[in-house]
C-alpha cells in the first residue's frame, strides 16, 4: 500500500501529518502536483511534479493507483475514479470515502454545479480547523491499523 495526495490544494497541516505517519510507519507517499512542493528528507516521501493543466495531476494519481492504495484528496471526481480503481480515499477533514458515499457526493457535487451555473451563491467550504485536523489524523489512524502491514 501507498498514499498518494492530491497536493495542490492539499492544507499544509494535513501533509504534515502524513510526514509523520509516512516516516513513523514506513509507507511510501508521494505528493502530486502540478508546481514544485517542499518535501523532508525521507526514503519515505517523495514529490512528483506534473506539468500544468486541467486535471493533469488527478490523472497522474489514477494512472498511479493500484487496488488498496491510500488517495487524500478532497476532489470528488478523482475520488469516484480512485475508489473505482479499488483505492481508498480519505478527505482532508476526515472523510473516508465509500462507493455508496461517493455516489451521493458526485449527485451533490452536480446539483451545486447547476446552482451555480444559474447564478445562484453557493459558497464554499469553512477553513479547516483544529476539530477538522484531529478528524483527520484519528480516520487517518483506523485506516491504518485496518489496511497498513
Given at each position: 500500500m501507498k498514499i498518494l495526495i492530491d497536493a495542490d490544494a492539499c492544507p499544509k497541516v494535513i501533509k504534515e501529518i502524513l510526514f509523520r505517519v509516512a516516516d513513523?510507519?514506513?509507507?511510501?507517499?508521494?505528493?502530486?502536483?502540478?508546481?514544485l512542493l517542499y518535501c523532508p528528507p525521507s526514503p519515505f516521501?517523495?514529490?512528483l511534479q506534473v506539468p500544468a493543466g486541467f486535471d493533469v495531476a488527478d490523472n497522474k494519481i489514477v494512472e498511479m493507483t493500484e487496488a488498496g492504495d491510500l488517495i487524500?484528496?478532497?476532489?470528488?471526481?478523482?475520488a469516484a475514479e480512485v475508489i473505482a480503481k479499488g483505492g481508498?480515499?480519505?478527505?482532508?477533514?476526515?472523510?473516508l470515502y465509500s462507493k455508496?458515499?461517493?455516489?451521493?457526493?458526485?449527485?451533490?457535487?452536480?446539483?451545486m454545479d447547476v446552482l451555480r451555473?444559474?447564478?445562484?451563491?453557493?459558497?464554499g467550504p469553512a477553513a479547516l480547523n483544529q476539530k477538522d485536523r484531529q478528524a483527520f489524523a484519528n480516520q487517518l489512524d483506523?485506516?491504518?491499523a485496518r489496511h497498513a502491514p
Open positions: 513513523r510507519r514506513q509507507l511510501h507517499t508521494t505528493l502530486v502536483a502540478n508546481k516521501i517523495h514529490a487524500i484528496t478532497a476532489d470528488i471526481p478523482l481508498h480515499v480519505l478527505n482532508p477533514r476526515g472523510e455508496d458515499s461517493i455516489k451521493e457526493r458526485l449527485a451533490m457535487r452536480d446539483f451555473s444559474s447564478g445562484v451563491e453557493t459558497g483506523r485506516f491504518l
